[in-house]
């Protein structure tokens, strides 16, 4: 007679919120609305460019009128240090969902309230840089790198800009 050990077999469990199921499940609760879901889905493929469309065009038009260009100015330096940026947003991002959150997962809301924080952050910070500097620090490595050659990071007159 052979033995056998009584061994803890996992099951597999169905893969939900994760990846494209994640995506594709947020159209699934318009059902209970009475809505199919491939009118949902296809409604969004449609409404999104739209959207992003006239989302672009009212800020281009904010930064014609002299309040809206005022309003927006505060971003130029964001925008012109875009590479140290994006890099800092994952550097601050990974730190403090590991060394504060200690890897627990977040709600959407503590997500968003943190991203705000570091963009906000980082407009300030570029803001101050971009008055001492013509580029960012990750800036201005890529274009010594790409000259071959140290490339003056100092702004070129001697009064900071305002």
């Known amino acids: 007679m052979a033995t056998v050990k009584n061994e803890t077999v996992m099951k597999r469990q169905p893969a939900t ?8 499940d947020q159209f699934r609760g318009f059902a209970l609305l009475g809505l199919p ?3 949902v ?3 969004w493929l449609i409404a999104t460019p739209i959207v992003s469309l006239f989302y672009l ?4 038009m904010l930064g014609h009128i002299r309040i809206g260009a005022k309003v927006l100015h505060p971003l130029q330096a964001y925008g012109r240090m875009a590479l140290t940026n994006y890099i800092g947003q994952t550097v601050f991002l990974v730190g403090i969902q ?3 959150l200690n890897g627990s997962p977040s709600t959407y809301v503590v997500s968003t309230l943190v991203s705000l924080g570091i963009v906000a952050f980082q407009i300030i910070i570029s803001n101050l840089w971009m008055r001492w500097f013509q580029y960012g620090p ?3 490595l890529w274009r010594c790198g790409t000259y071959w050659t140290l490339v003056p990071i100092r702004q070129k ?3 900071p800009q305002a």
């Open 157 to 159: 007159t001697g009064n």
């Open 138 to 140: 990750l800036e201005w």
């Open 17 to 24: 919120g994760t990846g494209r199921l994640q995506f594709l």
């Open 57 to 60: 065009s009212s800020l281009l």
């Open 41 to 43: 889905l296809a409604l």
């Open 98 to 100: 590991r060394l504060i």
């Open 37 to 39: 879901f491939v009118n």
